[in-house]
């Protein structure tokens, strides 16, 4: 399932977690609280580097792990992926 780390505060992650909700696509919301400098963990900078939010982990089809971050890159990626074509 998809992983999609951010926080409500955040404009660019509200925007990637209306697009899943409105194409009805489950995901996993885990919670990052920059305030809190959650993003500036050894943990989540292991998976992205630059501490962004949102950020998402995702099974491409190939069996590996997709970590991305940055809600328009993340939003592009979905679209292609579910082929969206609408959005």
């Known amino acids: ?7 409500y505060g955040s404009q660019p992650f509200r925007s990637v ?4 909700k409105m194409k009805k696509e ?3 919301f885990i919670t990052i609280n920059p ?9 989540y900078r292991a998976k992205f580097p630059l501490g ?3 950020a998402i982990e995702d099974d491409p ?3 590996k792990t997709l970590a991305m971050s940055e ?4 939003m592009v ?7 969206w074509n609408e959005w």
């Open 71 to 74: 809600a328009s890159a993340i």
């Open 35 to 43: 305030i809190k400098g959650d993003n500036r963990t050894t943990d």
């Open 77 to 83: 990626y979905l679209c292609e992926k579910h082929k």
């Open 52 to 54: 962004l939010i949102p």
């Open 61 to 63: 089809g190939d069996g």
């Open 26 to 28: 489950p995901f996993e």
């Open 1 to 7: 399932m998809l992983k999609l780390y951010g926080h």
């Open 17 to 20: 977690a209306w697009l899943l």
